[in-house]
């Protein structure tokens, strides 16, 4: 069963965390390891569909460049409340896609996404 999926800076993480040092556990290593990604992150490039159309950001434009998409049935992903009162009775699948942010502005997100604060920013659908 999948629960959820992630693409970009998440998935980053998500890998560096799970391969990392062992003694770390929790909220605190995947904070260490999103601010170790942060630092040395890229763009990801392409189109983003969902049920066969194209998603747009604020501009009306097609997503090109993106720092995260994320898919889940629940609403906690890596211990951040990714998708606030989601959960899989009420909605099934939420997405996420946040557009390309600086390192600066992927800090902030991440901060934001700590309470499930990030929904409603700029290009943060």
């Known amino acids: 069963v999948l629960n959820h999926t992630d693409a970009g800076l998440s998935s980053l993480t998500a890998i560096s ?4 040092v062992k003694w ?3 909220e605190i290593k995947y904070y260490i390891y999103a601010l170790k990604n942060i630092v040395r992150f890229k763009e990801n490039t392409g189109s983003i569909k ?10 009306g434009e097609p997503f090109e460049k993106f720092s995260v998409i994320a898919m889940s049935m629940g609403d ?3 211990g951040f409340k990714l998708f606030p009162e989601n959960n899989m009775q009420k909605e099934g699948f939420a997405v996420l896609i946040a557009g390309y ?3 600066l502005g992927l800090l902030k997100l991440l901060l934001q996404a700590d309470s499930g604060k990030h929904i409603g920013k700029h290009n943060v659908v």
């Open 50 to 59: 969902v049920d066969g159309e194209l998603i747009l950001n604020d501009n």
């Open 101 to 103: 942010r600086s390192r």
């Open 24 to 26: 770390l556990k929790g």
């Open 76 to 78: 906690v992903m890596g």
């Open 17 to 20: 965390a799970t391969n990392g």
